[in-house]
């Protein structure tokens, strides 16, 4: 299996230009049609501005972010998260005890909070409304239901990172490709990307690396409530089910079923990090 999947990924046509830095923390760009007609629920007034504001600003204290990083500069917070990435494990821990306490900092209110309509209403651009949301679920997921395969591959994965960018970069310009040519298939060529994107760490580092690059990519989307169909199965690579077969699922179904942390663990996985944290400074 390993064999065929490398020969697919050294098969794969390459691009005539890539770009010169590729950041995995940011989402692919969706057609501009489709964002549109897949805002999400109108709960905007359950959102308190200065709460939001609140939050986010002790999210960039924690991390001794200075700029404007938030959803009126989703760029800056992305190129900051990066860089810690690129810290290593211990980097990785900093971004997941700020993201633990700001979901706890804005409690019942978060999901509401995770909504477009919710920067639209401040004159937010819906690109941009869309990335930042991205960036803060993709958090969600590395810091809670894929915390586990977080800290135990991210050796590998940041190796796969840096050495597979060409690879990435193909895989999600076809992503951009195929869906601003019909915006009507971005739930079947959101599958193909996160299978894309998955390859070389199935290949590199195992099947936890595997189904965790597939779910970050996905829920990088933010297409939960569009494509609930699209799930990543830890064994094997996905393949979406016909609608018709599906209920709808809410978040917390969908992180259910993708090794979700429930709430009342968050206190406990802080606790965790910081303890990390403190014996990786003492020595």
Same mark, same amino acid.
Request: some cysteine; overall charge negative; glycine content about 4%.
């Given at each position: 299996?390993?064999?065929?999947?490398?020969l697919?990924?050294?098969?794969?046509?390459?691009?005539?230009?890539?770009?010169?830095?590729?950041?995995?923390?940011?989402p692919?760009?969706?057609?501009?049609?489709?964002?549109?007609?897949?805002?999400?629920?109108?709960?905007?007034?359950?959102?308190?501005? /200065?709460?939001?504001?609140?939050?986010?600003?002790?999210?960039?204290?924690?991390?001794?972010? !200075? $700029?404007?990083?938030?959803?009126?500069?989703?760029?800056?917070?992305?190129?900051?998260?990066?860089?810690?990435?690129?810290?290593?494990?211990?980097?990785?821990?900093?971004?997941?005890?700020?993201?633990?306490?700001?979901q706890?900092?804005?409690?019942?209110?978060?999901?509401?909070?995770?909504?477009?309509?919710?920067f639209?209403s /401040?004159?937010?651009?819906?690109?941009?409304? #869309?990335?930042?949301?991205?960036?803060?679920?993709?958090?969600?997921?590395?810091?809670? @239901? @894929?915390?586990?395969? !977080?800290?135990?591959?991210?050796?590998?994965?940041?190796?796969?990172?840096? $050495?597979? /960018?060409?690879?990435?970069?193909?895989?999600?310009?076809?992503?951009?490709?195929? !869906?601003?040519?019909?915006?009507?298939?971005?739930?079947?060529?959101?599958?193909?990307?996160?299978?894309?994107?998955?390859?070389?760490?199935?290949?590199?580092?195992?099947?936890?690396?595997?189904? #965790?690059?597939?779910?970050?990519?996905?829920?990088?989307?933010?297409?939960?409530?569009s494509?609930?169909?699209?799930?990543?199965?830890?064994?094997?690579?996905?393949?979406?089910?016909?609608?018709?077969?599906?209920?709808?699922?809410?978040?917390?179904?969908?992180?259910?079923?993708?090794?979700?942390?429930?709430?009342? /663990?968050?206190?406990?996985?802080?606790?965790?990090?910081?303890?990390?944290?403190?014996?990786?400074?003492?020595?």
């Open positions: 299996m390993k064999h065929l999947l490398l697919l990924v050294a098969a794969a046509p390459l691009c005539l230009a890539l770009p010169e830095s590729i950041s995995f923390v940011e692919a760009d969706l057609p501009e049609e489709f964002m549109q007609a897949h805002l999400g629920s109108n709960d905007a007034q359950v959102c308190i501005d /200065k709460q939001l504001l609140q939050c986010q600003n002790s999210f960039n204290w924690y991390l001794n972010i !200075t $700029s404007d990083a938030d959803w009126t500069n989703p760029t800056v917070l992305i190129h900051l998260i990066q860089g810690f990435y690129e810290q290593g494990i211990s980097g990785i821990l900093k971004l997941c005890t700020a993201r633990t306490y700001f706890q900092c804005l409690g019942s209110s978060y999901m509401a909070c995770m909504q477009p309509t919710k639209l /401040k004159g937010q651009s819906l690109r941009d409304a #869309w990335r930042y949301i991205g960036v803060m679920r993709e958090l969600e997921f590395q810091c809670n @239901g @894929g915390f586990l395969q !977080t800290t135990q591959n991210w050796d590998c994965i940041l190796q796969i990172q840096k $050495s597979q /960018k060409d690879m990435y970069a193909q895989c999600q310009d076809a992503f951009h490709n195929a !869906t601003q040519k019909d915006p009507t298939i971005v739930c079947q060529a959101s599958v193909d990307f996160s299978n894309c994107a998955r390859a070389p760490y199935f290949v590199g580092c195992g099947a936890d690396a595997g189904w #965790w690059e597939c779910e970050r990519v996905r829920i990088s989307l933010n297409l939960d409530q494509c609930p169909e699209n799930l990543c199965a830890f064994n094997h690579f996905l393949a979406p089910q016909p609608s018709s077969l599906n209920k709808y699922l809410s978040h917390g179904e969908k992180l259910a079923q993708t090794q979700h942390v429930s709430q009342n /663990k968050l206190d406990f996985l802080a606790d965790r990090v910081r303890r990390i944290e403190k014996r990786m400074t003492n020595n």
